[in-house]
């Protein structure tokens, strides 16, 4: 396949940036998006230009580092990570936009790298619980209802990639800290920080810069790993039963 | 350990909160959830007002002497023990109380918004629907319409006719104009749309949300949209048509 990337160039955080096109030939239906973009680099190195810079780290789709708004869509067309999309949901001859994350929480570092340890900051605000350090307890110990382990295991998929806050029209964390607050609010193991936990969070994710909420459902959509809309839905509720025991 | 100085740095997590949180109002308006929770509030009591509005309003479907009786009787509403228009009043003040707070938390949100997202792709695709993404535009519209609409018919100061206490001449008078029907139309239709996103937002922001009410939700939104303004049209549309004169 033969295609025209148009790919956004920025050398560093003060920089100005924009938009540059390339042509890259050769690409074949079963190569990761990731592996058409290692492509375009080699032949930069190769005329001696700087190559691309981009996020990734297990290219399995698990480790949430990939980041790219592939024609407007956070993660490409397909529902899972840029690592996990393949070069066969492209036709040869197509012009593909590859932008960074957008958010003012999410600085550009370099080309389509961003700076997301505002997400470091949300969980280090609450997404913990209280354990004992030492040996691990007996895992029957404490019993989980299945109900309530599928709900926290389906909230513990989130990888933290930002996809959510990329396709967010109002660069908003909502989906993000929803998750992480419904995984651990769900289960004993995070009761005792539960009213603490969601206010301390929202807390956070406001402080960082992150937009409101306005339910327009982008979040959702984007999100490789599927957490539901109404994951925001349970948060609401948890802030407001927080806020009236006041933690 | 004379003079070895051991320094720690501080973790938040292990720290004594010795902070107090804030009020429960005050924990509320400052963050950007609960300030969706106060426009979700605001917006239902809102919302309420407008059913029993609609309503009344079809009242003029009966003649002119029902409709000004009826629109007297608003005035008595909880005689003896308000006195006469109190009940009015009060009612006044809640739904002033409730636009103020919709549209505060809204132009603060909205501000907070657009901050978040400095740098628009550059790859344009349409987001989200037609509803939602006229929330905001939608609601300056029915602002801007709420107050030629109390000047109109409640103060009169517009209205062509503004004979007090013949609100039926009035309305009658109001839609007889071509602007007059172009601007209450046109609102109508932005309220239906405010509604159809508006209603199960709300229901969201309050946690009343599931995968399983979902369709429930949609659905009761799409309704309260459609006869919400199609009550409210068919009024101009009778005016216009003969059938109210």
């Given amino acids: ?247 | 350990m004379a003079g070895a100085v051991l320094t720690v740095e501080p973790m938040a997590a292990l720290d004594t909160r010795t902070d107090r949180r804030p009020s429960f109002v005050g924990l509320l308006w400052g963050s950007t959830v609960g300030k969706k929770t106060a426009m979700a509030v605001s917006g239902i009591v809102m919302l309420l007002y407008l059913v029993v509005h609609m309503l009344g309003n079809l009242k003029i479907f009966f003649g002119a002497a029902d409709f000004d009786a009826y629109a007297a009787w608003l005035r008595t509403i909880g005689e003896p023990f308000l006195h006469h228009e109190w009940f009015l009043w009060i009612a006044r003040v809640v739904l002033v109380a409730a636009v103020v707070t919709h549209a505060v938390a809204a132009f603060q949100l909205s501000r907070r918004d657009i901050a978040a997202r400095p740098v628009k792709y550059a790859h344009k695709r349409r987001r989200a629907s037609y509803a939602t993404r006229t929330m905001r535009w939608g609601g300056v519209i029915l602002g801007l319409f709420i107050v030629w609409h109390i000047l109109d018919l409640t103060t009169l100061t517009v209205n062509p006719h503004a004979a007090a206490g013949h609100p039926y001449a009035n309305v009658v008078a109001t839609f007889s104009t071509w602007y007059g029907d172009v601007i209450y139309i046109a609102a109508m239709l932005a309220l239906g749309l405010h509604i159809r996103h508006g209603f199960w937002s709300a229901a969201q922001t309050l946690g009343a949300g599931s995968a399983a009410r979902d369709r429930v939700l949609r659905t009761t939104a799409d309704a309260l949209a459609l006869l919400l303004t199609a009550g409210f049209v068919s009024v101009p549309v009778a005016v216009m048509t003969g059938l109210v004169s």
């Fill in chain 1, 1 to 247: 396949m033969k295609l025209t990337l148009r790919v956004w160039r920025q050398k560093n955080a003060g920089a100005e940036g924009a938009m540059s096109t390339y042509e890259v030939d050769g690409i074949a239906k079963d190569m990761s998006f990731l592996e058409m973009l290692d492509t375009l680099n080699e032949s930069l190195i190769l005329s001696g230009e700087d190559p691309v810079a981009f996020d990734h780290d297990c290219r399995e789709g698990i480790c949430g580092a990939c980041s790219l708004v592939i024609n407007g869509e956070a993660h490409g067309p397909e529902r899972t990570t840029t690592c996990q999309l393949h070069m066969r949901s492209f036709s040869d001859g197509d012009t593909i936009d590859i932008e960074p994350w957008r958010a003012s929480a999410f600085p550009v570092v370099k080309d389509l790298v961003v700076d997301r340890s505002a997400f470091d900051r949300i969980i280090e605000s609450g997404g913990y619980i209280t354990a004992p350090t030492g040996s691990a307890p007996e895992a029957h110990a404490t019993a989980v209802p299945k109900p309530a382990a599928d709900f926290a295991f389906e909230h513990a998929e989130c990888i933290g990639c930002g996809a959510c806050v990329a396709a967010c029209p109002n660069g908003s964390a909502m989906l993000f800290t929803s998750a992480k607050v419904n995984h651990l609010n769900v289960l004993p193991q995070g009761a005792p920080e539960r009213g603490s936990r969601v206010l301390d969070m929202v807390g956070q994710m406001d402080s960082e810069g992150f937009g409101g909420c306005t339910l327009a459902g982008e979040c959702a959509t984007a999100c490789p790993k599927g957490i539901p809309l109404f994951s925001i839905t349970r948060m609401n509720r948890e802030f407001v039963r927080a806020a009236r025991k006041r933690g």
